[in-house]
């Protein structure tokens, strides 16, 4: 294999690939790329096992070929090369690479393209395609609520499904960690009718964030029971799912809670953001006391003494005192993206409902403080 390319396409296309390569690993071909050099150009390959991201950019092919180049090597040799630099690739015998660019030379180790892994055999048999920006505000809206805590797996991803509801054909996106739950509604594209719900894995969710930060047009989804596959215009992400069942989240949004609250999203989370700098790390409980369009946020912490601030609100129910966490709130408050909150409440014990207004296509959970 012999490949010209350009030092600031190969970055590019490094930083997509190379952070789906895991830096330890007790296999070792899973720390190396595969890179394919053909009239289409020049292919990357990298993949963990559960993921894999393949991405083919311009290059000047002199001969064809593949081998396998450990990838966080590689990539930081071509981030720390000039701009506008042109870097050389060549096999050199059966078990090396030599790279050029300018007066550099390295020289890497490689492994046979032969023991790469392939994770993409199999039928997908749902396949549709999304606005890109639709596809991003599904993830972006409600990955902060994936379940870290590794004993309930299926928690660990995102919950993709369609439903109809009252006649209209929904894409939905949920996520929850048991104490907040977010739940984010597009229409259902062509194609999309009988897909089964899938759980798309906490990395896997992160990965094609950060390929849709490009400004990419269209993306176009394949699922299988056991597999997702995302493609970009350059860009093909092919992820495992997660093999369990998402909890019924439907039982936990409440549909009784009648005292409304609506305030102004912008002085609600910097009036919660201060008043939990008081807050013990580990609590963070903030408590609201509404009365009378008026809402009292307060934090007592015995250690470090306590906090209120009091702002106006469009209240009008009986006077409610609840706790919640802080962060949970503030977390939640960036989600909006009206300027006003409306939260449905119904008494301290109870999870409260909240939306930037009525009927939005996003809607958060979120489960009270003893406070």
């Avoid at 180049?69 to 042109?86: E, F, M, N, S, W």
């Avoid at 609520?145 to 991803?157: D, F, K, P, Q, V």
Wanted: charged letters at 25%; hydrophobic letters at 40%.
């Amino acid at each position: 294999m012999k490949v010209t390319v350009e030092r600031s396409t190969l970055l590019k296309s490094l930083g997509h690939v190379h952070r789906v390569v895991e830096r330890r690993n007790t296999i070792p071909i899973l720390s190396n790329l595969l890179l394919s050099g053909a009239e289409a150009g020049l292919r990357l390959k990298a993949t963990d096992l559960d993921i894999e991201v393949v991405e083919t950019i311009a290059a000047d092919v002199a001969e064809p070929g593949a081998t396998t180049v450990p990838a966080h090597t590689l990539y930081d040799i071509v981030r720390k090369l000039p701009d506008g630099a042109q870097v050389s690739l060549e096999t050199t015998g059966e078990t090396g690479l030599t790279l050029r660019s300018g007066r550099s030379r390295f020289q890497l180790q490689t492994l046979p393209e032969s023991d790469f892994p392939d994770i993409t055999a199999g039928e997908m048999a749902h396949r549709f395609v999304l606005p890109a920006g639709e596809f991003k505000r599904l993830i972006d809206k409600t990955q902060f609520a994936i379940s870290t805590e590794e004993t309930r797996y299926y928690l660990n991803g995102i919950y993709l499904h369609t439903l109809d509801v009252e006649g209209r054909s929904l894409l939905r996106a949920v996520a929850t960690d048991g104490h907040r739950l977010a739940r984010v509604d597009t229409a259902a594209p062509a194609g999309a009718a009988g897909m089964p719900g899938v759980i798309i894995p906490r990395k896997a969710v992160s990965e094609i964030q950060k390929l849709l930060e490009d400004g990419e047009t269209e993306v176009a989804i394949e699922l299988s029971a056991t597999k997702i596959r995302v493609a970009t215009q350059a860009v093909v992400l092919t992820s495992k799912l997660i093999d369990g069942t998402f909890p019924d989240y439907q039982r936990v949004i409440p549909s009784g809670n009648d005292k409304r609250l609506t305030v102004d999203k912008g002085d609600f989370a910097a009036s919660v953001d201060r008043v939990s700098t008081i807050s013990s790390e580990r609590g963070r409980a903030v408590k609201l006391s509404m009365a009378d369009g008026r809402m009292t946020l307060s934090v007592t912490n015995p250690d470090s003494g306590s906090a209120t601030e009091e702002i106006e609100v469009d209240y009008d129910a009986s006077p409610l005192d609840i706790g919640f966490n802080a962060r949970y709130l503030m977390d939640i408050a960036a989600q909006l993206d009206g300027d006003t909150a409306l939260l449905k409440l119904a008494d301290p014990g109870s999870p409260t409902v909240i939306q930037d207004r009525e009927g939005a296509s996003a809607l958060y959970v979120l489960m009270p403080m003893r406070v």
